[in-house]
């Protein structure tokens, strides 16, 4: 049984770039949230998809945007890239839970350095 | 705004030593608590959780937490440390709410450094 993948595992890019995550989610699994977490830090809450649609948001600005495939993998882009951007991008998925308790399963994250 | 906090930032223990890394949570309703540990080099992986019932709950490889709902509080403790837990420990809260979607909020770690 798969667990969580991402790809790639490090980036480096460059200040005003772009760049896209990816993550496949464990397999049964319908649900992908995306963390960040900087160094030091624990994760912070992005957002997360379900059914193709972004259904909650946390304190990131509209740089960082999503999308979800109908096989439930994700994509995380985040445009005009800062230095502050640097961090470990967490992938986790989960199943939608009609009690409303996700059990989330972590992926190994993506190390993104923005120079 | 929901928050969580570790109080220990970093400890250091001895191995057989007893270990106890206290979590605090600022959130009124009902919540869902979480450990997750990070050893070096590999993802998050769940240690415990709590979502009701029996407050002491026990996790993987000898870790237990009780949630104390009157001091918003869910400690993680284990009797007897390995080296082999050497790791970076976060607490996690996810609240119930009307517009839930699991979202985890976590505390900002522990790292955990016990000496052979």
């Known amino acids: 049984d798969a667990g969580v993948t991402q790809s790639p595992t490090h980036l480096i890019k460059t200040r005003g770039q772009q760049v896209t995550l990816r993550c496949s989610p464990k397999?049964?699994?319908?649900?992908v949230s995306w963390y960040q977490q900087a160094l030091g830090q624990g994760p912070q809450f992005i957002f997360q998809?379900?059914?193709?649609?972004?259904?909650q948001r946390g304190n990131f600005p509209d740089r960082f945007s999503g999308h979800q495939f109908p096989n439930y993998s994700s994509e995380l882009n985040v445009n005009a890239l800062l230095l502050g951007d640097s961090a470990l991008y967490l992938c986790a998925s989960s199943l939608r839970e009609t009690s409303g308790f996700y059990e989330q399963y972590f992926g190994p994250g993506t190390r993104l350095t923005v120079t | 705004a929901q928050s969580v906090s570790q109080h220990n930032h970093h400890v250091i223990l001895s191995e057989a030593a007893s270990l106890e890394l206290g979590c605090n949570y600022s959130y009124g309703g009902t919540v869902n608590l979480f450990w997750y540990v990070q050893y070096p080099g590999q993802h998050l992986q769940l240690l415990l959780k709590y979502f009701s019932g029996d407050p002491l709950v026990k996790g993987i490889k000898g870790f237990e937490a009780e949630f104390i709902k009157s001091k918003f509080s869910f400690n993680l403790r284990k009797p007897s440390v390995q080296w082999s837990d050497t790791a970076e420990y976060f607490c996690a809260v996810n609240s119930h709410g009307s517009s839930n979607t699991g979202k985890l909020i976590f505390g900002q770690g522990t790292t955990l450094q016990v000496k052979p």
């Open positions: 397999s049964g699994h319908d649900t």
């Open positions: 998809y379900y059914e193709e649609e972004e259904r």
